[in-house]
């Protein structure tokens, strides 16, 4: 039936640039403990679930209208969040930080246009380049998946891309860069004027000391930090991701946007959500110690995590990835294969998911108790 359905598809006058095409696609099984697209698995605490509730209320009287077309209450209160000296005109958002990726693409890439971004990371990038009708190219990284500075403006100089994509933490190995590169890409993209979009969706994950690109963006117009509230704010189902930039960033953006875009069940959410970010925050907490927990369970059976600043960690030295993917999905544990020979990716779930992973893991590489 599925071939069948495919016939049909290439029927169609669909452009040719889309044909044989896959979508996007982690597998969506009914397991128990998952651990396989990077949620937050803590949930939403009693406080913000009931600010958001009467939020969400309150909104219901106006559901007639349209929405707040600017916002501008929940870009006030993302300016708040950020802190960094950002204020409202800074902010722009959008359904999830994925519909801001493809906002940005449609203002600044499109057809004649490319994007750079150096895999293995978001899977997504082609994807957005592709239903943009931009140039996807794929920048080069050293053979431990690490990108320094001098490589990445290297590789800027070189192909002069209009855009940069640059994912950190990276999904899906977890590592965040140095400002260092941010910096030289930057500046290395000065001469062919490309934007250069930091992809920071897991940012509140990060180690002690891991900078965040906002520190870079007074006086580089061209830079721009995206952020979410999938991740951090355990809000994957609302859907609101947004960006820093400079406010004539916002400015391009608002020309390729559909009118109201953000429902005002989504903006009352949000703001909500972001009214109670400490209780939310303390869950951060938790899921960095369950990241730390799965690098150290991780190498005491003999696999080598890479370093993690998100709340996922990339593994190597998998003798049958495919095999241990199956075995932990025939325990209940779902996680995800991205890939990459030798290797997995799982997401730090509650204590008692964690601990599970870690011991059906253990049981199948044979070191088990
Ligand atoms: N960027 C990265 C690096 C991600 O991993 C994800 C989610 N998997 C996103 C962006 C998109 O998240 P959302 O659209 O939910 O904000």
Known sequence: ASEDRLDRLGALPIRDDLRGLVPYGAPQLDVPILLNVNENTHGVPDDARKAILAAVEAALAGLNRYPDREFTRLREALADYLGHGLAAENIWAANGSNEVLQQILQAFGGPGRSLL??????????????GTGTEYLAGRRASDFSLSADSAAAQVAEHRPNLVLLCSPNNPTGTALGLDVVEAVYAAGEASQTMVVVDEAYAEFAQQGTPSALELLPGRNRLIVSRTMSKAFALAGARLGYLAAAPEVADALRLVRLPYHLSALTQATAVAALQHSASLQANVADIKLQRDRIV???QDLGLTP???DANFVFFGSVPDPRAVWQGLLA???LIRDVGIPGSLRVTAGTEAETSKFLSVLAGLLGTGP
């Open 117 to 130: 971004s150096f895999p293995p990371t978001y899977s997504m990038y082609p994807l957005l380049a592709s």
């Open 306 to 308: 890479a370093r993690s």
């Open 296 to 298: 150290a369970g991780l």
């Open 331 to 333: 325990a209940g544990v």
